[in-house]
């Protein structure tokens, strides 16, 4: 795991792109699609608004996944992540594919399992990922399943993951936010070949600390600490989310 720090959230944002699209472009080179893995919230906009931007990638062979979506929501409401990835990758890129997460799906036992199989068809190229103000990495709340090799679970959200829905403004109130959400496990994102990591903003110190910090151990207390277990992650905050460690 590297750890890049940087003097604002802009020129965090700006680098990660950098380096997103590097490793989207190498990939392409090696093979004829390659496979990305999106995650979503206020921590990755502006990351992905410069991303986006950039035309030497060949979208038009990139197949996307994102990471989570609650149970229950359907791309039509304004927290939803299908609607999110649409919005923010989809409507400016030609990407080749996108697997998208049926958050209203009437059997969401057998969506998982359709999200299982279309995982497992080949390798993982390139995951983003941010870390949640509990610790958590997707929607893994501690503690997080480190064990499961399903690569998909459908989970149950604690009171401050969803508490962190309304204070970034997805959601009116705590009684608005789903309990459950489809979330890429832990060992899945792990899989991937390579993990970007951005994660921005002094509310975000504290879980930076307990996860990634040096003296901590790696623990499903602190989902987001197992991203020390893979050596090709690139953890880029800003002066802020790192100000605790």
Not at 120 to 144: C, Q, R
Not at 160 to 180: H, N, T
Not at 236 to 244: M, T, V, Y
Request: glycine share 4%; hydrophobic share 40%; charged share 30%.
């Amino acid at each position: 795991m590297q750890i890049n720090v940087f003097d604002t959230q802009k020129e965090m944002a700006v680098a990660a792109a950098e380096k997103a699209a590097e490793v989207l472009k190498d990939a392409l080179q090696k093979k004829p699609e390659v496979r990305l893995i999106a995650a979503t919230g206020n921590s990755q906009l502006e990351f992905l608004a410069h991303l986006r931007k950039r035309t030497d990638v060949d979208w038009k062979r990139v197949v996307l996944f994102h990471l989570d979506e609650y149970v229950g929501l359907g791309p039509e409401h304004p927290a939803s992540f299908v609607g999110y990835i649409k919005r923010e990758i989809v409507d400016h890129v030609p990407l080749k594919t996108v697997h998208y997460i049926n958050g209203k799906a009437t059997d969401p036992e057998a969506e998982r399992r359709r999200l299982c199989a279309l995982a497992t068809e080949a390798p993982m190229d390139l995951a983003f990922v941010g870390i949640g103000e509990n610790g958590h990495l997707a929607f893994n709340d501690p503690p997080a399943d480190f064990e499961t090799e399903e690569p998909y679970l459908i989970v149950q959200l604690d009171e401050r993951c969803r508490m962190q829905q309304v204070g970034e403004g997805w959601f009116p109130s705590l009684e608005a936010v789903p309990k459950q959400a489809f979330s890429m496990s832990i060992k899945q994102i792990l899989k991937t070949d390579t993990i970007l990591c951005i994660c921005p903003e002094k509310r975000k110190a504290e879980a930076v600390r307990n996860c990634l910090g040096k003296d901590r151990e790696v623990s499903p207390l602190y989902p987001a600490s197992a991203l020390k277990l893979h050596s090709r992650t690139y953890v880029f905050l800003d002066r802020e989310s790192a100000s605790l460690l």
